[in-house]
């Protein structure tokens, strides 16, 4: 389950610098460091947006599609499931497999 992770952190991240590159959102501003904060910042917003509809899809009887939508614009459709275990042997063991 490592793509759905890496995706739904790289996807947030590229569509807040679009969104801040198109928009000119910190572009007037001189330093390359509050450029860069305004995009992380951008893209915090646009992930925590669109995860909130995804929780709030689920919880509510909404169709089936708006929940989709709000994870395909996070970079994928569903988010990851992990397993739990409090078994520490378990875990090295599959992380070696």
Known sequence: M??????????????????????????????DVVQTAVAFGVAGVYYLVFRIVERVAERVAWPGWVKGAAGGLLGWARPPRYESTDDVAELLRQSRS
Do not use: K, N, Q
């Not at 807040?16 to 001189?30: E, K, M, P, R």
């Open 2 to 31: 490592l793509l759905p992770s890496v995706l739904r952190t790289v996807v947030p991240l590229v569509a807040g610098w679009i969104i801040v590159a198109v928009t000119g959102l910190g572009f007037s501003i001189d330093s």
